[in-house]
């Protein structure tokens, strides 16, 4: 899958101020509507997913390079494909895995690694990170219908986090899910043992440059809670990359939640991600 807009292709080479006014640009070219081909209800995952392989594939596996898996192909064909994105760090150099999804099966996988050009600065993880998620879509025999980011989208002091930059470079309808708040405000509290199924609006402040105040920017989501005792999980934090919006960000993030605080395409490529790290 390559990219549909290469003039948002992250480059690591540009000054923060240049940086920061493509990433306004991005924003301005996102969709923060629905615009699917799929029915966001048929995005479902309803058990734990095995990640296990069943056939191998393809690209070399080199440090700097890519790979790419074909998996379990005993899957309904016409189920939409769900494509889960993190990243790891070995050193200097970014991990990104693309894990992908359809009606609860993974069908195939893909990794790339290439050296991070600069350090983590808040706000421009796209930078640093993007490149080498690019690299791994690339490897994949298949084109998802989704994508589900560890990352933010629209929660970003520009409207265009991770999740909105590789969405909009792909043109690929795209989700952000991230474990902290990075900006924004919560239209409610946060504090003790929220319910699962919690959703509480997150809106634009003075944070958020390019937004109107008030403005719904993603929700706080509660995914997973303790039966029992006076510990608590915290919610993550679920936003619009590109070509949803913000409550059917909501709808799919908790539909994907199968027990676990991750939705299942990032839990899977958050272990994969890990696998990876530790031959490279």
Do not use: W
């Amino acid at each position: 899958m390559d990219p549909v807009r290469p003039e948002f292709v992250p480059d690591a080479s540009l000054s923060r101020e240049e940086m920061e006014a493509l990433q306004r640009d991005i924003a301005a070219a996102a969709t923060f509507d629905d615009d699917l081909s799929i029915d966001p209800a048929d995005v479902r995952v309803d058990e734990p997913v095995p990640l296990d392989v069943v056939e191998s594939d393809g690209h070399d596996g080199d440090e700097i390079g890519g790979e790419q898996q074909r998996l379990d192909s005993d899957v309904q064909a016409d189920a939409p494909l769900v494509a889960g994105v993190d990243q790891a760090f070995v050193d200097d150099r970014a991990v990104s895995v693309v894990v992908v999804l359809r009606n609860g099966r993974v069908v195939e996988r893909a990794h790339a690694v290439e050296p991070t050009e600069i350090p983590y600065i808040p706000g421009l993880l796209s930078f640093r990170e993007g490149g080498a998620i690019l690299s791994a879509f690339a490897a994949l025999d298949s084109e998802p219908d989704l994508a589900v980011i560890d990352g933010s989208g629209r929660i970003h002091y520009r409207e265009a986090g991770l999740a909105t930059h590789i969405g909009v470079t792909l043109d690929l309808p795209a989700v952000g899910v991230a474990k902290s708040l990075l900006c924004g405000t919560p239209d409610g509290s946060l504090d003790g043992k929220l319910p699962v199924g919690t959703r509480i609006p997150v809106v634009a402040d003075e944070q958020i440059e390019t937004a109107e105040p008030g403005t719904v920017v993603g929700h706080a989501l509660q995914t997973r809670q303790f039966e029992s005792g006076s510990r608590h999980v915290n919610p993550l934090f679920v936003s619009p990359g590109h070509r949803v919006n913000a409550e059917t960000t909501a709808d799919l993030v908790e539909q994907c939640a199968a027990g676990y605080k991750l939705p299942e395409p990032t839990r899977l490529a958050d272990s994969y991600a890990d696998d990876v790290k530790r031959t490279v």
